[in-house]
């Protein structure tokens, strides 16, 4: 969405993004064929609450650039509306690159946004703390929707593979379910209300539930099936 046109005072307090890796599946489960690590992005935006978070296949850029965590995390930065913001990882090599990047597509040459790096000290867990609170939150709610739909497959003894896209996408959904419907103690706000102005009332699928979708152009050709599950 388009960045709000607000011109804060130079002494005005600047919205922080932190950011930091974190792992689901680290082998604490309680199951017996155990759970790969799993490897995921987080950030958090320390005024409003809300949360992003996506798989990822490595740390930092890699050989291709990692395209896709690079855009997602530049386009939920812009989502967040702020013209102005700091923009904050750790000392993490692998981790200052993939802001660094995420940071100059998401203000190009002669855009409206302004982003500010900062760094945290070496070995700082408290400069970061926001950011590890938020792969803690996100983790704990993966786990809930791991141990939910594996409750729903059939048959005894049967697990997830940490390859399953589905575990991909439990990692991102929990981001957002916590950015849409937790209330904050602070603010008694979820972090898309303090951002939108609104609560978020659309309607939300249980996990893992079967549902029908209608194909696009399905009016047109007579011949495709206008109806698919998913």
Known sequence: ?????????????????????????????????????????????????????????????????????????????RELGYTRFTFQGDSEPALEAVLDAAAKKCSPDGAGWQVLRQHAPTASHQSNGGAEKAVQTVRGLTRTYLAHLEKLIPGPGLYLSPDSPFVAWLIR?????????????????????KIKGQKYRHEVLQIGELCLTRRPGANVNKILQPWATG
């Open 173 to 193: 959904h929990a981001a957002w379910v916590i950015t849409r419907y937790h209330v904050r103690r602070d603010t008694r706000m979820t972090a898309w209300e």
């Open 1 to 77: 969405g388009a960045p709000r046109r607000c011109c804060p005072s130079p002494c005005a307090v600047l919205p922080t993004i932190q950011c930091d890796y974190g792992f689901v599946g680290d082998g604490s489960e309680d199951r017996e064929s155990g759970l790969r690590p799993v490897c995921f992005l987080v950030a958090t935006d320390l005024s409003s609450g809300a949360l992003f978070a996506t798989a990822v296949p490595e740390k930092g850029l890699g050989e291709t650039g990692n395209n896709y965590v690079v855009t997602a995390l530049a386009r939920w930065l």
